[in-house]
Antibody
Framework: EVQLVESGGDLVQPGGSLRLSCAASGFTVSSNYMNWVRQAPGKGLEWVSVIYSGGSTNFADSVKGRFTISRDNSKNTLYLQMNSLRAEDTAVYYC???????????????????????WGQGTLVTVSS | DIQLTQSPSSLSASVGDRVTITCRASQSIRNYLNWYQQKPGKAPKLLIYGASSLQSGVPSRFSGSGSGTDFTLTISSLQPVDFATYYCQQSYNNPYMYSFGQGTKLEIK
C-alpha cells in the first residue's frame, strides 16, 4: 500500500528545535519530489519545503534559514529539521508526494504536472512556553 | 512570488446545487493549477490537476477549467460528502514553491 506516516510532533518552547519524520511505503522517496505542508489551527494550507529527486531543496520564505529538509534513502524516510521555532510555527505538519501526472496535450506530446497525490495523516507541532 | 486568491471564502449551498469556486493567480501560471478537497481533521485529497484533469477515483461531478490567471472548480450536483474546504494550488514556479489559495469553505444551507 502506498502511504506516508508522519511522526515527531510535540510541544516545544519558543527558540527550540524539533525533527519531524515521514516514513514512506509503496514507493521510493528518493525518486520523487517530497514536500512538507503545514496548517495552523483553523487556517489554510501553507507549503513549507520541497526536496527534489536530485537532492536540491527549496523553502518558503517564512521558514528559510530555520528549517532544513532531508531524506534517508536506506530508511525511505523524509525529515524536517525545525530550529529557532516560533509561536507562528504551531501547526499540523503534513508530508506529501508531488507526483508528475501526465496529460496528453497534442499528437505525440504530453505535459507533466506536479500535484500532491499522496499525503500523510499529519503531526501536530505546538510552540509555546 | 505567485499569489492565489480564491472566491468566495465561504459558500452555503444545498444538496443537488451546482457550485463554482474561482481561483485567480497574480500572474499567468498557464494551466499549472491543482484543486484539493479537505475535510475536518483529515489530510487534503487531490481532485484536479493541470487545471482540468480529473484525478483517478474522483467522481465526474467535479470538473476544472481555466488557464492563465483565472480558474474554476465546478461541482455539478452537490452531494452530502462534498461539504468540505477546497484549495487551489499552483505548480508553475521554477524553482517550485507550490503555493496554495486561502481556501473556500463549502457549507450546507
Amino acid at each position: 500500500e502506498v502511504q506516508l506516516v508522519e511522526s515527531g510532533g510535540d510541544l516545544v518552547q519558543p527558540g527550540g528545535s524539533l525533527r519531524l519524520s515521514c516514513a514512506a511505503s509503496g514507493f521510493t522517496v528518493s525518486s520523487n519530489y517530497m514536500n512538507w505542508v503545514r496548517q495552523a489551527p483553523g487556517k489554510g494550507l501553507e507549503w513549507v519545503s520541497v526536496i527534489y529527486s536530485g537532492g536540491s531543496t527549496n523553502f518558503a520564505d517564512s521558514v528559510k534559514g530555520r528549517f532544513t529538509i532531508s531524506r534517508d534513502n536506506s530508511k525511505n524516510t523524509l525529515y524536517l529539521q525545525m530550529n529557532s521555532l516560533r509561536a507562528e510555527d504551531t501547526a499540523v505538519y503534513y508530508c506529501a508526494r508531488a507526483a508528475k501526472l501526465s496529460v496528453i496535450a497534442g499528437r505525440d506530446y504530453t505535459e507533466l504536472y506536479d500535484a500532491f497525490d499522496i499525503w500523510g495523516q499529519g503531526t501536530l507541532v505546538t510552540v509555546s512556553s | 512570488d505567485i499569489q492565489l486568491t480564491q472566491s468566495p471564502s465561504s459558500l452555503s449551498a444545498s444538496v443537488g446545487d451546482r457550485v463554482t469556486i474561482t481561483c485567480r493567480a497574480s500572474q499567468s501560471i498557464r494551466n499549472y493549477l491543482n484543486w484539493y478537497q479537505q475535510k475536518p481533521g483529515k489530510a487534503p485529497k487531490l481532485l484536479i490537476y493541470g487545471a482540468s484533469s480529473l484525478q483517478s477515483g474522483v467522481p465526474s461531478r467535479f470538473s476544472g477549467s481555466g488557464s492563465g490567471t483565472d480558474f474554476t472548480l465546478t461541482i455539478s450536483s452537490l452531494q452530502p460528502v462534498d461539504f468540505a474546504t477546497y484549495y487551489c494550488q499552483q505548480s508553475y514556479n521554477n524553482p517550485y514553491m507550490y503555493s496554495f489559495g486561502q481556501g473556500t469553505k463549502l457549507e450546507i444551507k
